[in-house]
């Protein structure tokens, strides 16, 4: 085993956790699910089947990622952030063979007891704020609060709000990395 898990985590047969990742209290990990090297899986977690998570994912207490999701590279899913699979569930009804994608892309932040409505996208570096709940796309770089979800500025690759000037350039305050905005849509440029 290249990886650890806490003596309470349930680790189902026929899924594949990567070298380094870290399963901890609780957790349950089910069949069919990939999760890559270096992934920490916090207490109280349950990754359905189907699942993808890539390397370097934090899943905070409390998340459940359900069949659907995929999570690229480097996300942060916080403390209690909530997906889900079937846009109109019901409990009579069964809908498993309608469930959705929601894939997660590389950098993106999902805050603390967010909601992500199934089927939508989360652009690369994207930063959910607390609590907001996103019912549409959200473009890379993005910063979306509230509920429904809205578009209030951009962030860095480092999670630093971005301020841009007549230009369309910003600056990372922390990294010194440089952004254009053009056409509301964001780029690194250096």
């Known amino acids: 085993m290249n ?52 390397d370097n994912v934090r899943v905070q207490n409390n998340v459940s990622i359900y069949e659907g999701v995929i999570c690229e590279d480097d996300v942060f899913l916080g403390p209690s952030m ?3 699979n079937v846009f109109n ?3 009579a009804v069964r809908r498993n063979h309608e469930y959705m994608q929601t894939l997660v892309k590389k950098g993106a932040s999902i805050g603390a007891n967010a909601t992500i409505v199934c089927g939508n996208e989360i ?15 959200v473009p890379a770089f993005a910063l979306v609060v509230g509920n429904p979800a809205k578009h209030t500025g951009w962030m860095s690759e480092f999670g630093h709000k971005l301020n841009f000037d007549a230009a369309g350039k910003a600056t990372c305050p922390e990294s010194g990395q440089e952004y254009k905005l053009d056409n509301n849509r964001v780029t690194r440029t250096k």
């Open 3 to 54: 990886y650890f898990a806490h003596s309470t985590a349930v680790i189902d047969e026929g899924c594949q956790i990567g070298e380094g990742t870290k399963v901890w209290h609780f957790s349950h990990i089910m069949p069919g699910c990939v999760i890559g090297n270096n992934c920490n899986i916090g207490q109280n977690v349950v990754v359905s089947p189907k699942v993808t998570l890539g």
């Open 89 to 91: 569930p019901r409990s």
């Open 82 to 84: 909530v997906f889900t």
């Open 123 to 137: 652009g690369e570096f994207a930063f959910i704020g607390a609590g907001a709940v996103v019912t549409k796309p």
